[in-house]
Every structure is written in structure tokens, then in C-alpha cells.
């Protein structure tokens, strides 16, 4: 059962093996904090929380290191229509991104180093690319020569004539700025510094760093020269990610990184997110409408993490549903104050999940195990409730219950306290009570087609009754 991973810099799936044995160092470009974070970054967090969490599940040893850019062009511009300072801006939203995460069950990195704590790295970083001639200085900016690193464009498989000039989102081709490149496609690594903006001393002139470098140079500083895992959405694969590579390889002379994961983008039914559309979803926003925390990490985890995903009212609405099954197999031990005991676990399932998400993180196929295991505990459940006892031993019952409490929980999937757990169409235990109790009076007023007429309601919503001479017994199908 090799874990294998499909690599974005070879294009193929390969087995994952590290620069240390039993260790992981794992580095995520994380965001930039200038607003709330929104439903993209929700679906990147979920996904690499859980590959962190399951890459500890199967024994190794993980660094964990997340990024906050905390000076950027976006910041500076929301610093200035509210009158306050980059400083305040960022800190107000990197607060935010703790609470939000927190509320989608997202386990805390390692480290969260920001870019303006990194002045150091970053300048000692852009000193070595100077001196080995992969840079150059132009009036207080420095720029990097991209035609000098021979493997530019590995990553993302683009040529240098197909490239668009100023591909970085830090450089406009109109600005006279522009102009001070010796070539078109070099990217800025230090910007000299403007009226009214923060700055840094370097020996460049005062000035702030570019983007693809404050990466780099944070990589470098938290992790070391190579990295097993580098993780991002699939939209910093270029020039983002391109440019970290060409930076930090042409100091280094090693592999940034083993393996290049990237998460596919997010729609909102059918269109790319955008506040001109008017479909921008914060976390926050989603959350504070009643949505599930966990019903969101399900809805994420069904979609294979590379592809791109839609969120739906009907396919948050689906989520939901079946974190409700979910959640009544998780609550199954509740009524015996059953603990978790980790040396008694169903192998079986152990290896059957651990199989199909050794497979490129194959999250969907450990969903199903887990909803095999959820399912065939609510139905025990209904058994107990409505005869009293069942056949299978308890003992039985209580491993099955472990082995999916410690799965659903390598996937961040955990309930907290009982529920009334309605199903797909919104039935609750007691409406379907009730619904008995409502065909129960008909049928002793001798109205057959409303006893009928009930009973095929509940049918057509999943629910079984089994008249007997001690009454009317349900479970769900």
C-alpha cells in the first residue's frame, strides 16, 4: 500500500518518498490578507489540513508551514480607503483567518511566518541571485533574468515565447517602471520604494519585496533547500510557483521541491467567483446562513482534491444530508459513554481506507468507506430503538464504532453532542413518530387510504415501517 502522488511538476503519479525518512516538510502558499477568507481558500485549507492529517494517520513526522503575504499591492489599497495602515489591515485579517479556520475544524500549522518578518531571508536571498548573475539592479528595483535559468517553465510545462510579458501581478507593463527590464518576461524581486508606502532598508535602496520572493526566501528560512511537498491552488502554478522555483534553484542548485500538489479551482454554480458577479462567498458568510462546518469539509472532500468543484445550494444541501448520516454513525457510542480505544480497530476497514487514499489522496474513496461503516451503525441503531437489543455483540459494534470515529477524524470529520437527524427530504425522528402516530388513528378510524397514503410517504422518503403485534417499528433505508 504505496502512497503515491500525482507530481504537477512531472506530470505523472509517483510514489512519495522523502528527503528524511518518516519525515515531511510540507509548505502551503497561504493567503494574503487583505479580506475575509472566501470559499477557494475554505476548499485549499480543508484539502492540505487533511493531507497533513493523513500523512500523520499512516506514521510520518510532519512540519507543517503556512504562509501569510502581509504586504501587497491589495492590502496597501485597502489601508488607504479606510484610512488605516498596512500593519492594522493585515493583522485585522490574518485574526480573521484564525477564526474562520478554527470554525471549519482546520488544525493550526507549525508556523505562519509572515513576509515582513522574513526581510532578512528575503534580502540575503535576492543578494545570492545577484551574485550568480540570475539578477540585476535598475534604479532602486532589482529584477531577475529569467532567460539566464535554463529550466524556466518546468513547472508549468510554458515556453518563454508563450509567455505574456510581466506575468507577474506585481508588474504593470504600462508603468515606466517597466521600462528599467532588461527583458520582458524578469520579474521584480525588490521594488524601490513609493511616496506614502512602506519600506525596508536594503543595499538596493529603500523598498518592499516582490511576491514570488517572499516565498522563496520563507521555504528557505522555515524548511531548508529542498522540501518533500509544496502545496497551492492550481492558479499559482504559474507564475507563482514558476518563479519560486527559478529563484530558489538557481542559488540552491537543488530541488525546491519533491512534489508539487495543487488543488483545483472553485465555481459558485457554474461561475468563477467574482464581487462582480455578486456570487462572492465568504467562509464566514456561509457559516453565519446555518451551513454545517462539516457538511462544507464533506462537500470538499467528495470532489477529487485536483479537480475543479461547484458550490451549489443543492450540492451544499446534499453535503449536509449525508454528514447527518454520517453524524449518527460518529454518535453511535454516545449511548453507551463508549471511549475510543485505538488498539482495537477493524483491520479491514484500516487497510481498505488506507489502500484507496494511497492513491493520490484518493479522499472520496475513504469517504465511502467511512459511509459503509456510518451506515451499517445507524442501522444497528434503529434495531436497538425500535427491539430492544440486537444480534450483533456489542463488543462488535463498539470496534466498528472506533474505526470510524478515528477515520472520519483523520478526515477532520467530527460531531460534537446529540442532533435531531432529519433525511434527505428533512424528516426528524420525532415528525416520523408523529407520521406513526397520525396512521395509527386512521387506520383505527378504519381510514385505510390515510393509512396507506402515510405509509407510502415514509417510503418514498426512505423510511421502512414493520407493523407487528407489538406495534409499529421504523428504520431508515
Known amino acids: 500500500m504505496t502512497l503515491t502522488l500525482y507530481n504537477t ?154 509567455l505574456q510579458a510581466g506575468a507577474s501581478d506585481r508588474v504593470n507593463v504600462e508603468d515606466p517602471e517597466y521600462q528599467k527590464k532588461k527583458d520582458p518576461f524578469d520579474f521584480a524581486l525588490w521594488k524601490a520604494a513609493k511616496p506614502g508606502e512602506p519600506a525596508w532598508q536594503s543595499p538596493w535602496g529603500a523598498g518592499r519585496p516582490g511576491w514570488h520572493i517572499e516565498c522563496s526566501a520563507m521555504v528557505r528560512d522555515r524548511l531548508g533547500d529542498t522540501i518533500d511537498i509544496h502545496t497551492g491552488g492550481a492558479d499559482l502554478i504559474f507564475p507563482h510557483h514558476e518563479n519560486e522555483i527559478a529563484q530558489s534553484e538557481a542559488v540552491t542548485g537543488k530541488p525546491l521541491a519533491r512534489y508539487w500538489l495543487h488543488n483545483g479551482m472553485v465555481k459558485v454554480d457554474g461561475e468563477k467567483m467574482s464581487k462582480s458577479l455578486g456570487n462572492f462567498t465568504t467562509i464566514r458568510d456561509l457559516l453565519d446562513r446555518g451551513v454545517d462546518p462539516m457538511a462544507v469539509r464533506l462537500f470538499v472532500l467528495q470532489a477529487q482534491y485536483r479537480k475543479p468543484i461547484d458550490f451549489t445550494d443543492e450540492a451544499i444541501a446534499a453535503a449536509t444530508n449525508g454528514w447527518h448520516t454520517l453524524q449518527e454513525g460518529l454518535l453511535f457510542g454516545d449511548q453507551y459513554d463508549w471511549e475510543i480505544d485505538q488498539d482495537h480497530l477493524s483491520n479491514s476497514y484500516i487497510e481498505r481506507f488506507q489502500e484507496t487514499v494511497n492513491d493520490d489522496f484518493n479522499f472520496p474513496g475513504g469517504l ?41 477524524e483523520v478526515l477532520g470529520l467530527v460531531a460534537t453532542g446529540e442532533t435531531e437527524t432529519p433525511t434527505q427530504d428533512g424528516f426528524s425522528d420525532a415528525e416520523i413518530e408523529e407520521l406513526i402516530q397520525q396512521r395509527r388513528a386512521a387506520r383505527q378510524g378504519k381510514n385505510f387510504a390515510e393509512s396507506d397514503r402515510i405509509r407510502n410517504e415514509l417510503q418514498a422518503k426512505g423510511i421502512t415501517l414493520i407493523d407487528s403485534k407489538d406495534g409499529t417499528r421504523w428504520h431508515r433505508n
Open 9 to 162: 511538476l512531472t506530470r505523472r503519479q509517483e510514489p512519495f518518498e522523502t528527503v528524511e525518512p518518516g519525515k515531511v516538510k510540507m509548505y502551503y502558499c497561504g493567503v494574503t490578507v487583505y479580506d475575509y477568507c472566501h470559499l477557494g481558500h475554505a476548499r485549499a485549507c480543508i484539502v492540505w489540513d487533511v493531507v497533513r492529517r493523513y500523512l500523520q494517520f499512516i506514521g510520518y513526522e510532519v512540519r507543517y508551514i503556512q504562509n501569510f503575504t502581509d504586504i501587497d499591492d491589495k492590502i496597501l489599497n485597502r489601508a488607504r480607503q479606510e484610512h488605516s495602515s498596512m500593519e492594522a489591515v493585515a493583522d485585522r485579517f490574518i485574526k480573521a483567518y484564525f477564526e474562520d479556520m478554527a470554525r471549519l475544524g482546520i488544525k493550526q500549522a507549525d508556523e505562519y511566518p509572515r513576509a515582513t518578518h522574513t526581510m532578512n531571508g528575503i534580502q540575503r536571498l535576492i543578494h545570492e541571485l545577484e551574485n550568480k548573475g540570475f539578477a540585476y539592479p535598475a534604479n532602486g528595483d532589482v529584477y531577475y533574468a529569467v532567460r539566464q535559468f535554463d529550466e524556466y517553465g518546468k513547472l508549468s510545462g510554458r515556453k518563454l515565447e508563450d
Open 368 to 408: 465511502a468507506v467511512i459511509f459503509e461503516l456510518a451506515k451499517e451503525l445507524r442501522r444497528e441503531k434503529n434495531i436497538i430503538v425500535h427491539q430492544g437489543n440486537t444480534e450483533t455483540p456489542l463488543e462488535e459494534l463498539k470496534i466498528q464504532w472506533q474505526t470510524l470515529v478515528t477515520l472520519a
